[in-house]
């Protein structure tokens, strides 16, 4: 007896395969960049994986959710001082990195509460989260002076908490990693981050998310409670921007309210509308990208940097707004389409491999 | 109209007493009494603006009743969440097309089929609706590309794949070619073998194709309900809703 053939292998297939392609991608780059690199590329590489994994959580939230939270930053700086001064106080960073990742959800649960069971529409979410950041960042900024401590670690005001220890070997205080070894940790996370998303946009949970994106009323009308799955879907974002933080402490050693700043909060949202938005390779390519145009820019004198960035947002905005990695990936697969079509042509029997990848366009 | 406890029928599947809704000045519902029995089809009709849309929110939980009650069995309703209603076993075909434009056609009825459901099961339910309202061939397609009259029934295939007890159609036929509004009423009388069903149409050929009982709305109140040759052969109605088509 043959097996009727999945009506679902037409999509998951070339989606496992990309699924593989990127983790492959990833792990090539984890490994190989120790042996390509000195140590001052590997740091900058560092710096580089935690700002993906912060266009990561604004790319999952804001393209896949529908929530405009224009103040991931927020979570960023929470998570990047959970980290500080949990490492602080315990010595061993074990437990730190953990806070850092639950302190962002709690208050992202906190916030979206009441945003989402609070029937806020879309516009004013995007001024709350905004305001909530830059609330944060005044409060931490007037935190200097030595009666601003938590336990032993002093908040530092607008100077912010220097000499943070580094992550160490789980349970190991006196391990601590050096420049490589955090390089692991920060691609590596990327890396289990991006599966750990991609898993969840696979899983019943992430295409309710999606749907509720697409059409909310009808995600309701067939029995969804929207306001749950946007709540959820903002915790966990706001617990990988959390993640992005702890990196950004780790890299470079200290963290000042500046995480919280609204350059920060309107940064990460560059990145992902230059990578694209409703893809998750888009948001850690766009980061990448200006992050290394940013340092390239810095190093010349003849336009101000943040000036070059600003231009790059608008032509984007107005010539691919869709962004790199969906119009990359429409070229791809026009071009596969042009080529099979002419493999078909002189193999008739073949099969037309473009238009198996028609429901994976959007990934 | 006072029924003593003791002789209480069992409950219709859906009762509303005197439900109104009201928009600052505006009535668009007033004091309806409405009564549903299991597996009852029944037919909406009225002209624009006599608040049968309007009365489908109210049932859906999209706009909550400014007075009255609205029960579906034993369960008040009347201030309900839409999900929580669509949980009970209601599924509604909304005027304007609420699709997931951005999904497959087979994504949008595995979102409806797979509450609470498992994979498996989940995956029947698609193929067989799939099957069922012949849109097999393009299930891999982008809704958001397709034609409104496919989009309707795409709507249809979502309502259907959920399960519902209680379907709620508003204006299913609108924009469908000939061909497919008689498909449509074929189905709806396939439906209503096993559901109940509410229909709220103005293709008047189309309720004749249906209805077994109509109820006319106008101006916010029921004006007359009863067999579907009564009510097109009453004065009233031709008057408020006919006479001015005709006209």
Redesign the interface.
């Known amino acids: 007896m043959t097996r009727p053939p999945s009506p679902l292998r037409a999509l998951v297939r070339p989606a496992s395969l990309s699924f593989l392609a990127m983790v492959a991608s990833g792990l090539v780059i984890l490994f190989g960049a120790p042996h390509v690199l000195d140590t001052f590329g590997l740091v900058q590489m560092t710096g580089f994986t935690a700002m993906a994994m912060f266009a990561l959580s604004q790319g999952f939230i804001w393209g896949y959710g529908g929530v405009m939270s224009f103040g991931q930053a927020a979570f960023l700086g929470l998570g990047g001082y959970a980290y500080a001064v949990g490492v602080l106080n315990m010595g061993d960073s074990t437990v730190p990195v953990f806070l850092a990742i639950a302190v962002p959800m709690l208050f992202a649960g906190l916030l979206g509460y009441f945003m989402f069971y609070g029937r806020i529409s879309d516009a004013y979410i995007g001024v709350i989260t905004l305001t909530v950041s830059v609330i944060l960042f005044q409060l931490v900024n007037t935190t200097s002076g030595s009666q601003y401590r938590i336990g032993e670690a002093e908040l530092g005001g607008f100077n912010g908490i220097p000499a943070i220890p580094a992550l160490n070997l789980p349970g190991d205080a006196g391990n601590q990693l050096d420049p490589e070894g955090i390089w692991y940790a920060a691609m590596g996370s990327l890396v289990v981050v991006y599966m750990f998303l991609r898993a969840i946009l696979a899983s019943r949970f992430g295409r309710v998310v999606v749907a509720i994106r697409e059409n909310e009323t009808r995600a309701q009308l067939i029995g969804y409670d929207p306001r749950l799955y946007k709540l959820l879907a903002f915790m966990i974002s706001a617990g990988i921007a959390g993640l992005a933080g702890c990196l950004f402490a780790n890299w470079g050693g200290f963290i000042s309210p500046t995480v919280f700043g609204l350059t920060m909060s309107a940064q990460v949202i560059i990145f992902v509308l230059v990578g694209g938005l409703g893809t998750l390779l888009g948001p850690i390519l766009g980061a990448v990208l200006i992050q290394w145009l940013t340092i390239e820019a810095g190093a010349q004198n003849v336009i101000d940097s943040n000036l070059g960035l600003g231009a790059i947002l608008v032509t984007f905005v107005l010539l691919i707004p869709q962004g790199l990695v969906p119009v990359a990936r429409n070229l791809v697969l026009r071009l596969g389409t042009a080529l099979s079509g002419r493999r078909m042509r002189a193999k008739p029997l073949g099969p037309a491999p473009g238009t198996a990848l028609a429901g994976e366009v959007r990934r | 109209m006072s029924v003593s406890p003791a002789t209480k029928p069992v409950r219709p599947l859906l009762e509303a007493k005197g439900a109104t809704m009201r928009f600052g000045g505006v009535t668009a519902v007033n004091a309806v009494d409405f009564v549903l029995g299991e597996v009852e089809l029944r037919c909406l009709i009225g002209p624009n603006g006599a608040g049968k849309s309007t009365f489908f929110k109210m049932l ?1 939980g ?1 706009l909550t009743a400014s007075a009255g009650r609205i029960h579906f069995r034993d369960t008040d309703i009347t201030a309900a ?3 929580e209603i ?2 009970l076993g209601v ?2 075909k ?1 005027q304007v097309p ?7 056609v ?3 009825v ?3 089929a ?2 609470k459901k498992s ?1 498996a099961r989940t ?1 029947a339910i698609v ?1 067989e609706t799939l099957t069922r309202l012949k849109l097999t061939e393009i ?3 982008l809704v958001g590309q397709l034609a409104h009259g496919q989009r309707q029934w795409i ?1 249809i295939a ?2 259907l794949a ?1 399960e519902p007890e209680l379907i709620l159609l508003d204006e299913p036929a609108a924009g469908m070619t000939k061909e497919e509004v008689e498909r449509t009423a074929a189905l709806i009388r396939e439906i209503n073998r096993t559901h109940a069903v509410i229909v709220v149409e103005h293709d008047m050929p189309f309720i004749r194709m249906i209805a077994k009982t109509v109820t006319v709305f106008n101006q916010g109140r029921i004006l007359i309900e009863g067999d579907v040759d009564t009510v097109l052969s009453d004065t009233r109605v031709r008057d408020v809703y006919l006479g001015k088509q005709a006209a």
């Open positions: 859906t999209q969440h839409p999900h669509a949980r599924g509604i909304t609420n699709v997931f434009n951005g999904l497959s087979r994504e949008n595995f979102v409806a797979g509450r994979l995956r193929e299930a891999t397609r709507e979502t309502v959920q």
